[in-house]
């Protein structure tokens, strides 16, 4: 079982709707990033994260410590907004990645 | 140049020989990193330096060595390339370990 699991693994939505992605882990971290990768490969970090939540424009990242989860939302999502979004746990110098989550939005 | 810039951008090698893959980022964080991405197995981390004059292993260290010699580049070297090191190549850098990310745009590197 990998220690990082996204889901969904590919995810299609509508331009406007609503989306969420999900991350469990299951090791000890202290920080969570959410990272974006754009179909040519280019990789943007979205948000480092230790408790509670941030936001960032349409982007809203939360993370609950004792569940060991993560969340992704983005609001009125937008066909620009389609990549693969990849969480990754930190700990003692090791980082530990998911096999990220396809986002397609349709216009 | 701004934020990070690797070289080459691609790079086809024959089975043997050596290759150093160079990053160098000009935004004078203290923590770099090399990372590997395949197909099905995701972004794996090489290796890491915290700071100028430190290195660390990462995930998947084996036929990888590194130097941090100054803040600013951290070349990652394959000293006899074989055919399961074809992968892209992602070198990132911090401010600290505990700080967002900047990677670089990543080296596709084939060993026939």
């Known amino acids: 079982k990998n220690e990082v699991e996204q889901s969904p693994q590919n995810l299609t939505a509508q331009e406007g709707e609503f989306i969420t992605i999900n991350c469990s882990y299951s090791?000890?971290?202290?920080?969570l990033h959410w990272l974006q990768q754009h179909p040519g490969g280019g990789i943007v970090s979205l948000f480092m994260?230790?408790?509670g939540k941030k936001k960032h424009g349409r982007l809203i990242a939360t993370i609950n410590i004792q569940e060991k989860h993560s969340s992704l939302h983005i609001t009125a999502s937008h066909p620009r907004d389609s990549a693969v979004y990849i969480c990754?746990?930190?700990?003692?110098?090791?980082?530990?990645f998911g096999a990220g989550t396809r986002l397609t939005v349709k216009p | 140049i701004a934020g990070i810039t690797q070289a080459p951008t691609s790079q086809i090698l024959a089975a043997g020989r050596r290759m150093t893959l160079r990053c160098t980022q000009d935004?004078?964080?203290?923590?770099m990193y090399w990372y590997r991405q395949d197909l099905g197995l995701g972004l794996r981390l090489i290796h890491y330096?915290?700071?100028?004059?430190?290195?660390g292993k990462g995930e998947v260290p084996d036929g990888y060595s590194v130097s941090r010699a100054n803040t600013d580049d951290f070349p990652l070297t394959l000293a006899s390339a074989v055919p399961s090191q074809t992968s892209v190549y992602f070198c990132?850098?911090?401010?600290?370990?505990?700080?967002?990310?900047?990677f670089g745009s990543g080296t596709r590197l084939t060993v026939v």
């Open positions: 990132a850098s911090s401010e600290t370990a505990h700080h967002g990310y900047t």
């Open positions: 090791v000890g971290i202290s920080a």
């Open positions: 994260l230790s408790s």
């Open positions: 990754a746990v930190y700990n003692n110098n090791d980082m530990r």
């Open positions: 935004m004078r964080h203290n923590a």
């Open positions: 330096s915290n700071t100028a004059g430190t290195t």
